[in-house]
């Protein structure tokens, strides 16, 4: 399967790799940019095409050409670069080569187990990993087939939230699920998309982090509120010595924020320029003492996912049988898949997949206050630290909150608007949402391919707030 694929192409390949740079130079202003070179900015836009592609064809069995139509292409930067890209997914091999203007030459290859790897350029796919044997997963409590909410206002509640814009750009909603005292009210997929379809959840990946350090915690393999033991931080007079893994899950590190120029900032040149994600992370330089600014922080998610890799074993088959003993199987999770990098470091700040109904069940963990079936997940006492503020911000350590009417540093929301001031929520790109209530009892998730500039944030609030009004009419 090729994209943009063109006769003559190794003869057109000079011509096509000049008129890219002269583009990308002049779309990008790289001229006096030290973080991106141009070499780099072709890197990272083939790397995250060959990234992306994997994981949404190995992982969540989605067909490529959709995605890259509904997900790759229309990512800040691609526009420039498009017209030159050549994407070929070999499903025998299981990997996905992308080539930008016939010089630049990206490879991500899955691994039963460990995911999709974003090879260096040129590089070898490391030797076959051993297969973790689980326990096969007991039938689905909640039905092997959907279930639609049986109350006609949820299900209007929940079509509406599938209701296409009349222009782009587009929704794309893929999945809702709603749980009532842990019951599936309700839920809805999109064409292609199935109950166990292992969606993305970008940046609600973060959230998952957070339990898991809250599990680590527990087994006294961390210990959230002393320095981080980042080896690249001990030198004499380093400031960043006093980072503790609560600030780094509270984004009060200190460490800059990393999504700042669309797709070529540090964050994306962390996911696909760099084989030593963690490494790259902790390279960053503090802009503010610790724990006294709030900023987004990418670095902050993979430092730690390299303090549970080391507390799991070291490596990515240590980290797979942790999770798998300590996250899946205590809340009967079907579908969760880590992706990692070179290093065997889970890639936490957003790389996580999982079917609606496994994301639904995370949220519940939380709803019950870090037990499932009555067992001990989290610490005693977890669940309350996630929700409370950092900063007086509208962000815990790892879930956003919905106590603030402020704008966040982006100028938009930091809540859900219409949802009971007591939501928090796991969000990642393209709208995903991990929506908690604990008033109403109520997990919501919803998950999508929405480049809207709001990231659905009103829309999954209306949500909410809908599936809340039903709630209470049937109360009455």
């Not at 057109?12 to 990308?24: K, L, Y």
């Not at 069995?61 to 890259?68: F, I, L, R």
């Not at 092997?144 to 814009?165: C, W």
């Not at 300590?326 to 957003?350: C, H, I, Y």
Request: hydrophobic share 45%.
């Amino acid at each position: 399967m090729t994209k943009n694929s063109m006769p003559g192409r190794q003869r057109a390949a000079g011509r096509r790799w000049a008129a890219a740079a002269a583009v990308v130079v002049s779309g990008l202003g790289l001229a006096g940019c030290a973080e991106l070179s141009l070499p780099r900015a072709l890197r990272i836009a083939s790397g995250a095409t060959s990234f992306t592609l994997c994981s949404s064809v190995f992982i969540a069995g989605q067909d490529a050409d959709a995605v890259y139509r509904d997900e790759v292409r229309p990512e800040p930067g691609m526009g420039l670069v498009a017209w030159a890209l050549d994407y070929q997914v070999d499903r025998q091999r299981r990997e996905v080569h992308t080539r930008l203007a016939g010089r630049v030459d990206r490879r991500a290859v899955f691994r039963d187990g460990e995911g999709c790897l974003l090879l260096a350029p040129g590089a070898e796919p490391p030797p076959p990993v051993a297969t973790l044997a689980g326990p096969a997963p007991a039938p689905d409590p909640w039905g092997a087939t959907p279930q639609p909410a049986a109350d006609a206002r949820l299900a209007q509640a929940i079509d509406a939230a599938f209701t296409e814009n009349p222009t782009p750009p587009w929704r794309h909603t893929q999945a809702v699920v709603v749980l009532h005292h842990g019951r599936l009210l309700g839920e809805r997929y999109a064409p292609g998309v199935g109950l166990d379809t292992a969606l993305s959840g970008h940046s609600v990946s973060k959230s998952v982090v957070s339990a898991l350090v809250g599990i680590a915690v527990r087994q006294g393999r961390l210990d959230a509120d002393a320095p981080a033991p980042v080896p690249e931080w001990q030198a004499a007079g380093d400031a960043r010595a006093a980072i503790t893994p609560d600030l780094l899950m509270r984004m009060a590190s200190g460490l800059p924020a990393d999504e700042t120029a669309g797709g070529w900032d540090a964050a994306t040149r962390m996911w696909f320029d760099e084989t030593d994600m963690a490494g790259f992370a902790a390279q960053g330089q503090l802009v503010a003492p610790p724990g006294t600014a709030w900023h987004y922080s990418n670095r902050s998610t993979l430092l730690l996912s390299r303090l549970l890799r080391d507390a799991a074993g070291g490596n990515a088959s240590a980290v797979r049988r942790w999770v798998q003993q300590e996250l899946v199987e205590p809340l009967g999770l079907r579908t969760l898949s880590l992706n990692f990098d070179a290093q065997g470091t889970p890639v936490g700040s957003s790389n996580f997949f999982a079917s609606a109904r496994d994301w639904a069940r995370f949220g519940q963990l939380y709803l019950d206050d870090g037990l499932a079936g009555g067992r001990p997940v989290l610490p005693p006492g977890w669940v309350a630290r996630s929700r409370q503020p950092t900063l007086g911000q509208g962000y815990g350590a790892g879930f956003w909150l919905n106590q603030t009417d402020a704008r966040n540093p982006w100028g938009g929301r930091w809540g859900l608007p219409g949802a009971p001031a007591d939501a928090y929520f796991a969000r990642g790109h393209l709208g995903q949402f991990v929506v908690v209530v604990p008033s109403q009892q109520l997990v919501v998730v919803r998950l999508g391919l929405s480049h809207r500039p709001d990231g659905e944030i009103a829309s999954v609030g209306r949500l909410v707030a809908e599936v809340v009004q039903v709630l209470a009419a049937g109360d009455r």
